[in-house]
């Protein structure tokens, strides 16, 4: 499931950023890139919208920032990677370096809880973000999360 909400321009690896904002941007153009988001102001607007509700750097060196918005053609997901740890701090004390951005249409409640779903269930395992942190390319992040998602789901 999750991988198959990621499009070609769907994983930036080695963003050289520390601001979260910057990232968060980089992601919504992938996805705009991709064709599931129209309108990346309008898109980032709710995300900033989510993220004053509180933070979405979940820990683990993970952030995992999402919104329903009218911006959004179809259900998809990017992931970014930065060379250095962000400057915003998670609640156990860690920055992160890995963003998964979900971007679901408004009002599709079922397809945001579902996805948030997996990915917390395939993010949790360490071995899993190790090997999302060491990926050479996005083919190695797509293998990674494909068989994560194939152990999970067994």
Not at 14 to 36: C, I, M, Q
Not at 73 to 99: H, K, S
Not at 119 to 141: C, D, F, I, T, Y
Request: some cysteine; charged content about 25%; aromatic content about 2%.
């Amino acid at each position: 499931m999750i991988g198959e909400l990621m499009g070609p321009n769907g994983i930036i690896l080695d963003l050289e950023v520390r601001e979260k904002e910057r990232v968060l941007r980089t992601l919504a153009e992938g996805l705009r890139a991709d064709g599931a988001v129209s309108d990346v102001e309008e898109f980032l607007a709710h995300v900033a919208q989510r993220e004053a509700q509180g933070t979405t750097s979940v820990g683990h060196g993970l952030a995992i920032p999402h919104a329903k918005s009218s911006a959004v053609v179809r259900p998809a997901l990017a992931m970014g990677r930065t060379r250095e740890e962000i400057q915003e701090e998670a609640l156990d004390g860690t920055r992160p370096r890995l963003f998964f951005m979900i971007a679901v249409p408004q009002g599709d409640d079922s397809s945001h809880l579902k996805v948030l779903s997996s990915l917390a269930r395939l993010v949790m395992h360490q071995e899993v973000r190790e090997g999302l942190l060491s990926a050479k390319n996005p083919e190695e992040v797509r293998r990674i999360i494909s068989e994560a998602e194939g152990l999970i789901s067994c």
